[in-house]
């Protein structure tokens, strides 16, 4: 499933290629042919075909963060285009040269900005570009990324800091998340920040402890809101 977002000679694909409602992303340049990964997840083969048939070469691949379901095949990717690997240091991707926060990667007449958001995982980066924000785990359409001892090395305090970090980009800026985890009616592979403001509960509360409450009560917030 790829769902194209792309406009004049910038391309923008969302993908599904397995994984949990895992979304890869493709972004290029028509006019130079380089394109970036970001997140390659579980098919290196599959991912590198989609940009070849739209002639595109891979020169980089962008990690969200160092879940397995994220970057799994990010060095099969790397083997196939001969692109180089970037996460955050504190992520410890095999291979990767590290990312720092406001790193700019070129592609053609484009910039990719790399977004330290540490939370979810400590080494957590969202990558903006063309007034698209990808978002990986930090931030869903209408939810959050979990913290807690399932995730080793999370922290709630420094993803309620990402959160409040990236709610200062402008309400039209397009979200773009990890997974397709929407819990209302029909789907929802993206919305916008202005969306998350007025309606994800997560950015609604006041403080680290309402936040910490909510994720605390989610179970029981779900049930009584209809929320899946």
């Given at each position: 499933m790829i769902n194209d977002h792309s406009e004049g000679s910038f391309v923008f694909l969302q993908i599904h290629l397995g994984g949990d409602r895992n979304f890869c992303y493709?972004?290029?340049d028509k006019e130079s042919g380089r394109a970036v990964a970001v997140d390659p997840g579980f098919d290196a083969p599959g991912f590198h075909r989609i940009a070849r048939e739209r002639n595109l070469n891979i020169t980089d691949i962008l990690i969200t963060h160092e879940h397995n379901?994220?970057?799994e095949q990010a060095g099969a990717l790397a083997d196939l285009s001969g692109a180089a690997i970037y996460a955050g240091a504190m992520g410890n991707v095999s291979g990767a040269k590290a990312l720092n926060d406001g790193d700019?990667?070129?592609i053609g007449d484009f910039i990719?900005?790399?977004l330290a958001t540490p939370g979810h995982s400590p080494g957590h980066f969202c990558f903006l570009c063309e007034g698209r924000l990808i978002t990986g785990d930090l931030l869903f359409c209408g939810k959050i990324g979990g913290t807690g001892s399932y995730f080793p090395g999370s922290s709630t305090t420094e993803q309620f800091a990402s959160l409040e970090k990236i709610m200062q980009l402008p309400d039209e800026t397009f979200v773009f998340p990890g997974h397709d985890y929407y819990g209302g009616e029909g789907?929802?592979?993206?919305?916008?920040i202005g969306f998350e403001k007025e309606y994800n509960p997560f950015l609604k509360v006041d403080d680290l402890a309402?936040?910490?409450?909510?994720?605390d009560n989610w179970?029981?917030?779900?049930?009584?809101?209809?929320?899946?």
């Amino acid at each position: 499933m790829i769902n194209d977002h792309s406009e004049g000679s910038f391309v923008f694909l969302q993908i599904h290629l397995g994984g949990d409602r895992n979304f890869c992303y493709l972004l290029g340049d028509k006019e130079s042919g380089r394109a970036v990964a970001v997140d390659p997840g579980f098919d290196a083969p599959g991912f590198h075909r989609i940009a070849r048939e739209r002639n595109l070469n891979i020169t980089d691949i962008l990690i969200t963060h160092e879940h397995n379901d994220h970057m799994e095949q990010a060095g099969a990717l790397a083997d196939l285009s001969g692109a180089a690997i970037y996460a955050g240091a504190m992520g410890n991707v095999s291979g990767a040269k590290a990312l720092n926060d406001g790193d700019e990667i070129q592609i053609g007449d484009f910039i990719v900005k790399a977004l330290a958001t540490p939370g979810h995982s400590p080494g957590h980066f969202c990558f903006l570009c063309e007034g698209r924000l990808i978002t990986g785990d930090l931030l869903f359409c209408g939810k959050i990324g979990g913290t807690g001892s399932y995730f080793p090395g999370s922290s709630t305090t420094e993803q309620f800091a990402s959160l409040e970090k990236i709610m200062q980009l402008p309400d039209e800026t397009f979200v773009f998340p990890g997974h397709d985890y929407y819990g209302g009616e029909g789907l929802m592979p993206h919305s916008s920040i202005g969306f998350e403001k007025e309606y994800n509960p997560f950015l609604k509360v006041d403080d680290l402890a309402a936040l910490c409450h909510l994720k605390d009560n989610w179970a029981a917030y779900k049930k009584e809101h209809g929320v899946r």
